[in-house]
């Protein structure tokens, strides 16, 4: 099972509503046009994101601002908010049905089921570690040095 793509387009909400938060308003079509998608998925994704005390929202298009710190927000905090993976069957669909007759499909789950929890506790333990002001810092870096690119670029071409 893939983790959903609300999760990256809530990493990407996050960091947009820092990026551009001087702005008049960074409502659910701004951040649609940012993100590449349908305005309505935006506004579920802020719905949960809201829900789970990350981002306020107001009724309107006056948009959405953030409820803590950057620092305070894990990207583990945005993959439970927007459920990213199911609760009861994890980060990996397992096959329903093995075939109780073969000896593989009879003990295939002895032998997987712990090594893909394992594998699930260590991705989310990593998520933990990583704040949305990371993202937002290399973000930041990332874009200054193409404006830089950019500028130079444009010096080169008018000497």
Do not use: W
């Amino acid at each position: 099972m893939q983790i959903t793509s609300k999760f990256t387009i809530a990493v990407h909400t996050i960091t947009a509503l820092d990026y551009f938060r001087d702005m008049d308003r960074v409502n659910s079509e701004f951040l649609a046009g940012s993100i590449g998608v349908n305005p309505v998925i935006v506004r579920n994704v802020l719905s949960q994101l809201r829900r789970a005390g990350i981002v306020n929202t107001r009724r309107g298009s006056s948009g959405a601002t953030l409820a803590r710190p950057l620092e305070e927000i894990t990207l583990y905090d945005l993959y439970r908010a927007v459920g990213s993976v199911d609760e009861e069957e994890g980060l990996f669909h397992f096959h329903e049905q093995p075939n109780a007759a073969c000896p593989v499909g009879r003990n295939i789950h002895k032998v997987m089921d712990a090594r893909l929890a394992a594998v699930q506790q260590t991705m989310e333990n990593e998520l933990k570690k990583m704040t949305m002001a990371d993202v937002v810092s290399e973000i930041r870096d990332v874009i200054d040095r193409e404006n830089k690119d950019e500028s130079s670029a444009g010096e080169r071409i008018s000497d």
